[in-house]
């Protein structure tokens, strides 16, 4: 019964994968693309979740953390590069 | 007992998965960034924060572990993603990205425009 639910919900999240996939393909501007990108790894946070409660096993819950980590950063450093051009600034480059 | 906290866990998890239906939906529904930008960051913090719940309470129940690990990961996301969002979409309203064309209201342009120095700034 409960690995039936863990199936339809990783189904659901492989979907809404697909769905983020098209946004990320088509999308019309960049930042449409770095929205699609950071629901992308929040999604792969919960694959993580639903294997590692299908395979029985925690020591893949590490990655959780990690991922969410790594993806807070990416986001982080696509929005200033899109505002700004550049990721790290030098201020003292004059 | 286990029987009633697994079947809350499982709730909880075909909760997440089905909000994290409901934002991929919006984001490929909804008509520009601003907008997709709300769907994608409420949503799936609230899902992948019910889902996390729901894993947590798994192996709580079923395997007396107690692990930390989701925890400060449900803290961490819970922190930054909607800073994340905001972030995009501040870097898309200041590269000029077009709001809807059926949308009505933009305070942040009137309240520049009323105040220039705050722009040439740079």
Redesign the interface.
């Known amino acids: ?2 690995e039936i ?2 199936q ?3 189904l ?2 492989s ?6 996939l ?2 990320l393909i088509k999308g019309p ?4 693309r ?3 990108l ?2 992308m790894g ?2 792969l ?2 694959i993580m ?2 294997t ?2 299908l395979l ?1 096993t ?1 020591a893949y ?2 990655g ?2 990690l991922l ?2 790594l ?2 950063i990416g ?2 450093a ?3 590069f ?2 700004k051009g550049e990721v790290i600034e030098n201020d003292r480059d004059l | 007992m286990t029987e009633i906290f697994k079947f809350i866990s499982g709730a909880f998890i075909l909760l997440g998965a089905f909000l994290s239906l409901v934002s991929a939906f919006g984001i490929i529904r909804l008509p520009d960034v601003y907008t997709r930008n709300h769907a994608a960051s409420k949503t799936s913090t609230l899902g992948i924060m019910l889902l996390l719940t729901g894993t947590f309470i798994f192996f709580f129940v079923e395997h007396g572990h107690f692990n930390s690990r989701i925890l400060l990961g449900i803290f961490f996301i819970f922190m930054t993603a909607p800073v994340a969002g905001h972030l995009i979409s501040r870097a898309a309203y200041n590269t000029d990205v077009k709001l809807w064309d059926q949308s009505v209201e933009d305070d942040l342009k009137e309240s520049r425009e009323s105040k220039p120095s705050l722009i040439e700034r740079e």
């Open positions: 019964m409960f639910v863990l339809i919900s990783l659901c999240v979907i809404s994968m697909l769905g983020l098209y946004r501007t960049v930042p449409d770095v929205v699609a950071d629901a929040i999604n946070i919960a979740a639903l590692s409660m029985d925690t819950l590490e959780i953390l969410g980590i993806s807070f986001t982080v696509f929005s200033k899109i505002e």
